[in-house]
T-cell receptor, first 111, second 114 residues
Framework: GESVGLHLPTLSVQEGDNSIINCAYS??????FIWYKQESGKGPQFIID?????DKRQGQRVTVLLNKTVKHLSLQIAATQPGDSAVYFC??????????FGQGTELSVKP | GAVVSQHPSWVICKSGTSVKIECRSL??????MFWYRQFPKQSLMLMAT?????????EQGVEKDKFLINHASLTLSTLTVTSAHPEDSSFYIC??????????FGPGTRLTVT
């Protein structure tokens, strides 16, 4: 089935700590995955993507890990800052040309 | 680059009226745009895929006669919520496919139906 958003889980971290946000995706045929950041009242913002032929990709302060065996995706944010507070969504391209969004995780960074 | 705008950013309308929301790609052409709806504290739900010069493709459960989509040019797609009701109140977000990694999203339109 498709991932459907219900109520957001939350993650609270201390400023400077590393954050790990997890996502389970639904379609084993999906070959492209994206993490988005959404601040309150705004549209999602692209963070990082990964294709299914990779298991790890790094950006600036962010790393995405992909485990196709268990259909799991994670986003690691190093040295989390207050400006990282937002809702984070994973999205999968299920080869139908559409993005299917996960339920999202609300990240709260305590100063 | 890859900036997507939406207009209006928020709108309040009376029940039974229609509201049009515009989605524009400002610095690129987009043959494909998408419309999403998002309720508070929930994920984005895809409503429809908008293709320039052809009819939109609606997701299951989305009424095409209620949510009219027109992709009249390579830089503009519009969503018209017809005969709006309070349950249509939501955050409507569009995105555009650019050929760059990921789809680029507009800032969203908050619709409140009274």
């Amino acid at each position: 089935g498709e991932s459907v958003g219900l109520h957001l889980p939350t993650l609270s971290v201390q400023e400077g700590d590393n954050s790990i946000i997890n996502c389970a995706y639904s379609n084993s045929a999906s070959d492209y995955f994206i993490w988005y950041k959404q601040e309150s009242g705004k549209g999602p913002q692209f963070i990082i993507d990964i294709r299914s032929n990779m298991d790890k990709r790094q950006g600036q302060r962010v790393t995405v890990l992909l485990n196709k065996t268990v259909k799991h995706l994670s986003l690691q944010i190093a040295a989390t800052q207050p400006g990282d507070s937002a809702v984070y969504f994973c999205a999968e391209d299920n080869q139908g040309g559409k993005l299917i969004f996960g339920q999202g995780t609300e990240l709260s960074v305590k100063p | 680059g890859a900036v997507v705008s939406q207009h209006p950013s928020w709108v309040i309308c009376k029940s039974g009226t229609s509201v049009k929301i515009e989605c524009r790609s400002l610095d690129f052409q987009a043959t494909t745009m998408f419309w999403y709806r998002q309720f508070p504290k929930q994920s984005l739900m895809l409503m429809a895929t908008s293709n320039e010069g052809s009819k939109a493709t609606y997701e299951q459960g989305v009424e095409k006669d209620k949510f009219l989509i027109n992709h009249a040019s390579l830089t503009l797609s519009t969503l018209t919520v017809t005969s709006a009701h309070p349950e249509d109140s939501s955050f409507y977000i569009c995105s555009a496919r650019t050929g760059l990694p990921g789809d680029y999203f507009g800032p969203g339109t908050r619709l409140t139906v009274t």
